[in-house]
């Protein structure tokens, strides 16, 4: 996995979340910044946020970044359930009316703003989205670390969530910066270009109708372009929730080597392995609960989820799709995952054939007792009707008896 991909496991210990770059704190949405803040911000937005070309491109590094988080801390979300309790604390869903639900819950969060360290000075840093897939996961753009935690662990895990797993709670970071000067958007390490310029295809809507063009019509082209943005961003968030589960199976693999991996060196040194039956079908099943998350009740496996089967082409949300388990190394990952699974396979195979084996000798020493009683009763029965025999007044002493006098007197 690429090392520019900053990625944690959490086991219940929140101090290991990943620190943001300054602290936070929530603000109303008509916060206004300073105006040597604001000058700032404009000179940023003209500077040109990738430098060099080629493999030697590059984030300019005094470009203030944002961060894109994912979380994975369910095995499956109910959306259904999830939009009703978001809405319950007044999240409004699908706010762009996108129509990717269920395949995808969109909330945004109120706008919050981050203080410089050195000035004290206080920037908004406008709403943040939302992103929750049924896979069990949480993709979360431009929001706290305090509020992102409270929907995961608080708000989703109680209801929403299916086989829940916060002990396990898995978390992906990357870190975003809005181009306004690119259409297209792109990923450079761990930084998404995110393109907010308007399509050329809207742009020359506008040009041709600018003379006539209303404030409603301009905020309805705003209004597209808004939408475009908050597709290539569900994109995105596809891809990385996908790492992020991704990521679950690897450490659960990782703990089913943990408990096996005295197997080979006890086989390795000719002993016995002394493993009770439960001990290898729960070891079986766990294995196949892996593989089966893996290759058959989700989609990590698939080239492009179905929610972009029917998006507009000339977005190009499957490129996006696309660099994200490349900069990621999905791919790589999904093989080693699956070949490590196949060794899995043959310690669980090894095991199954010791639970065989061990069945097989118990029934086998139950046949050789079994076989040992008959013939002790037998025997016991042969020697008893010899003994009776040889008396004097046994049934068969008497009839021979009877049998010499009959002959005698005939």
Not at 29 to 38: D, G, I
Not at 228 to 257: C, G, P, Q
Not at 327 to 354: C, F, H, P, Q, W
Request: net charge negative; proline share 4%.
């Amino acid at each position: 996995q690429d090392d520019s991909n900053k990625k944690t496991s959490h086991d219940g210990d929140k101090s290991k979340t990943p620190k943001r770059k300054a602290a936070r704190s929530q603000a109303s949405s008509n916060s206004l910044p300073s105006l040597v803040r604001r000058v700032a911000v404009e000179a940023q937005r003209s500077r040109k946020v990738i430098k060099g070309s080629g493999r030697r491109a590059h984030v300019d590094p005094e470009i203030q970044t944002r961060d894109v988080t994912a979380y994975c801390a369910a095995e499956t979300y109910n959306l259904h359930v999830a939009k009703h309790v978001l809405q319950q604390e007044g999240y409004e869903p699908d706010p762009f009316r996108t129509e990717l639900f269920p395949q995808v819950l969109h909330v945004q969060t109120p706008n919050f703003v981050v203080r410089d360290e050195m000035t004290g000075e206080d920037t908004p840093q406008g709403a943040g989205d939302v992103f929750i897939f049924p896979s069990g996961s949480v993709v979360t753009w431009n929001v706290t670390e305090k509020l992102a935690h409270h929907l995961v662990e608080r708000t989703l895990a109680p209801k929403a969530a299916e086989e829940g797993h916060l002990d396990r709670l898995e978390v992906e970071d990357l870190a975003y910066v809005e181009d306004p000067t690119r259409e297209v958007s792109k990923i450079i390490g761990d930084t998404i270009i995110l393109g907010t310029k308007a399509s050329s295809e809207h742009q020359q809507h506008h040009n041709a109708s600018q003379s006539e063009l209303d404030s409603n019509e301009e905020a309805q082209q705003q209004r597209r372009t808004e939408i475009d943005n908050i597709l290539a961003k569900i994109a995105f968030s596809s891809a990385l929730a996908r790492s992020t589960k991704l990521a679950v199976l690897e450490n659960m693999l990782s703990s089913y080597f943990q408990t096996t991996r005295s197997i080979p060196l006890t086989l390795s040194q000719g002993s016995k392995l002394r493993f009770s039956r439960e001990f290898i079908l729960r070891k079986t099943g766990e294995l196949l609960h892996i593989r089966a998350q893996l290759n058959l009740y989700s989609e990590l496996t698939d080239s492009l989820p179905d929610l972009f089967w029917d998006s507009p082409h000339e977005l190009g949300l499957e490129n996006y799709y696309e660099q994200v388990g490349r900069a990621l190394d999905v791919g790589v990952r999904i093989k080693t995952l699956n070949e490590r699974m196949n060794y899995a396979s043959e310690i669980a195979a090894v095991l199954r054939e010791r639970l065989s084996e061990k069945h097989s000798n118990m029934l086998e020493i139950w046949i050789i007792v079994l076989i040992v009683m008959e013939v002790l009763l037998e025997g016991y029965r042969f020697s008893h009707e010899w003994v009776e025999g040889k008396k004097p007044d046994s049934t068969e002493a008497l009839q021979r008896e009877w049998l010499k006098r009959e002959l005698g007197s005939s």
